[in-house]
């Protein structure tokens, strides 16, 4: 049973570009949240997706952007790309409040 | 948000009892207690989680004080795998969106 999966694994972009990447839930899941995790820090909470709606949303400029397609999966768009973006972004799901989530291995982009 | 704090670091040897303690003051009434753990270059690993009672499953027990201000997470015999960074995490329920709030982490070292 494949998990979460986001494509690619690393990127890199330059400064002012766009950016978009994508995750694939886990079978059965719904609900999809992305999270950034700066080197050496813990991860924060970009926003929650679910019904292809955005839910709650973090302390994130509208720079950051989302969308769920009906098949659950879902990409975070960043536009104007600053170097403070260079992170790992991860993808979480999952389907069930009593359940915990499950994370994919994270996109590791660097803006130069 | 209410915030959680752990240890930078602790260090155990293999086979060996690890209890990890987290402190969470300003818990509140929807908060769920969860813990992660995440290996470098991976995403993170749900664990274990809990609201009140303590809680026991094949990775590992909770055990939660009885104010809910703290909590500890238990591997009763760590192994090398083991060795990962632990994240306390308080899920905010409210609005059912289940967000995870990461602290730091405690990094834990298995010796041989």
């Known amino acids: 049973d494949a998990g979460v999966t986001q494509s690619p694994t690393h990127l890199i972009k330059t400064r002012g570009q766009q950016v978009t990447l994508r995750c694939s839930p886990k079978s059965g899941h719904d609900t999809v949240s992305w999270y950034q995790q700066a080197l050496g820090q813990g991860p924060q909470f970009i926003f929650q997706?679910?019904?292809?709606?955005?839910?709650q949303r973090g302390n994130f400029p509208d720079r950051f952007s989302g969308h769920q397609f009906p098949n659950y999966s879902s990409e975070l768009n960043v536009n104007a790309l600053l170097l403070g973006d260079s992170a790992l972004y991860l993808c979480?799901?999952?389907?069930?409040?009593?359940?915990?989530?499950?994370f994919g291995s994270g996109t590791r982009l660097t803006v130069v | 948000d209410a915030k959680t704090t752990q240890p930078n670091s602790m260090e155990s040897n293999e086979e060996e009892p690890v209890h990890l303690p987290c402190n969470h003051s300003t818990i509140s009434g929807t908060d769920y207690i969860h813990w992660y753990r995440q290996l470098p270059s991976q995403g993170p690993e749900y664990v274990i989680h809990?609201?009140?009672s303590n809680v026991n499953n094949r990775m590992a027990s909770l055990a939660i004080a009885e104010d809910r201000k703290s909590s500890t997470l238990i591997l009763h015999r760590a192994t090398l795998r083991d060795a990962a960074v632990y994240y306390c995490?308080?899920?905010?329920?409210?609005?059912?969106?289940?967000?995870?709030?990461f602290g730091q982490g405690t990094t834990l070292q298995v010796k041989p």
């Open positions: 979480a799901s999952r389907h069930d409040r009593n359940y915990g989530y499950t």
């Open positions: 997706y679910y019904e292809e709606e955005e839910r």
């Open positions: 995490i308080l899920r905010d329920e409210a609005g059912n969106t289940g967000k995870l709030i």
């Open positions: 809990g609201l009140t």
